[in-house]
C-alpha cells in the first residue's frame, strides 16, 4: 500500500488491478502509444474526511524508459497520471446503476471509507514495465514514495478479484 504524505490530504492506496489497454474512457490511445489502467482503493487518514485526489497531481506510474519515451513523445508524462475517473463506494459498485460517485475535481471523501477510482497514464507499446511502480507524484525529480505495480495484464486477461 503506498501511503501519500505530501500534500494537505494525506492518503493510502492499494492497486487492485493494473492493465494496458489501446484506449481510456472516451480517448483513444495515439499510435505508438497505449494505456496503463489501473483500479485503485484509496482510503483516508483514519477519523479524517479528505478532497478527493485528482490522479493528475497525486500519483504517477515510474518505469524504465519513462525520460526517454517523454523525449521522444511529448504526450509521454513522467510526473503525474493522465486522468482518472470519480470516486466510488463499495455500495456504488455493487449497485447495477453505479451511482455518480465522488467528483475526483472538487469532492470530498467521507472519514473511515474506501473508495475505487479508475487512472490512467500513456506510455510507449513496447514500455517495459516489468519494475513499473506506483509512486507519490512529484512534478520535478525522481519520486522515492513508491510501492511496485505487479502484474500487469494485456487488454482483455481475466481480472483479478477486487480487493
Not at 500534500?7 to 481510456?24: E, K, N, R, T
Not at 478527493?52 to 500519483?59: C, E, I, S, T
Not at 465522488?102 to 516489468?130: I, M, N
Request: net charge negative.
Amino acid at each position: 500500500m503506498l501511503s501519500v504524505k505530501k500534500g494537505p490530504y494525506p492518503h493510502s492506496v492499494q492497486i487492485v488491478d493494473a492493465q494496458l489497454s489501446p484506449d481510456a474512457p472516451q480517448s483513444p490511445a495515439p499510435r505508438g502509444l497505449t494505456y496503463i489502467q489501473l483500479v485503485l482503493k484509496v482510503t483516508s487518514t483514519p477519523g479524517r474526511p479528505l478532497k478527493a485526489p485528482h490522479p493528475q497531481a497525486y500519483w504517477v506510474v515510474r518505469y524504465d524508459g519513462c525520460k526517454a519515451a517523454q523525449d521522444a513523445n511529448s504526450q509521454v508524462s513522467c510526473g503525474g497520471m493522465d486522468n482518472g475517473t470519480n470516486y466510488f463506494t463499495e455500495e456504488d459498485m455493487r449497485s447495477p446503476e453505479y451511482g455518480t460517485g465522488v467528483s475526483k475535481q472538487f469532492g470530498d471523501l467521507a472519514a473511515d471509507t474506501p473508495y475505487w477510482t479508475r487512472a490512467w497514464q500513456l506510455v510507449p507499446e513496447k514500455a517495459d514495465l516489468s519494475r513499473a511502480q506506483l509512486c507519490e507524484g512529484v512534478r520535478t525529480g525522481a519520486p522515492d514514495n513508491c510501492i511496485p505495480l505487479g502484474t500487469v495484464r494485456q487488454d482483455g486477461e481475466q481480472s483479478p478479484a477486487a480487493g
